[in-house]
């Protein structure tokens, strides 16, 4: 059996979550239904950040890493 995937819970704005997914720079951005879909996976583990713990609702937690950060 492969190792599953790890993914961090990194933020959540509205119905959208960020994950920061391995081997990008910027955080994918997910629907609730998506989420559960990688969560009900066995491809894949879902840790929450302890930023994410800590944030507010409608409040977006970016990476450390502004330089992945383009507008």
């Not at 790890?6 to 998506?34: M, Q, R, S, T």
């Amino acid at each position: 059996m492969e190792t599953p995937i790890e993914l961090e819970l990194v933020g959540k704005k509205d119905d959208l979550y960020a994950i920061n997914y391995p081997g990008l720079k910027v955080p994918i951005h997910v629907n609730f239904e998506l989420l559960q879909k990688f969560k009900k996976s066995s491809d894949y583990v879902i840790r929450e950040s302890e930023s994410f713990k800590k944030i507010k609702n409608d409040q977006w937690f970016l990476s450390e890493n502004t330089e992945a950060v383009r507008i």
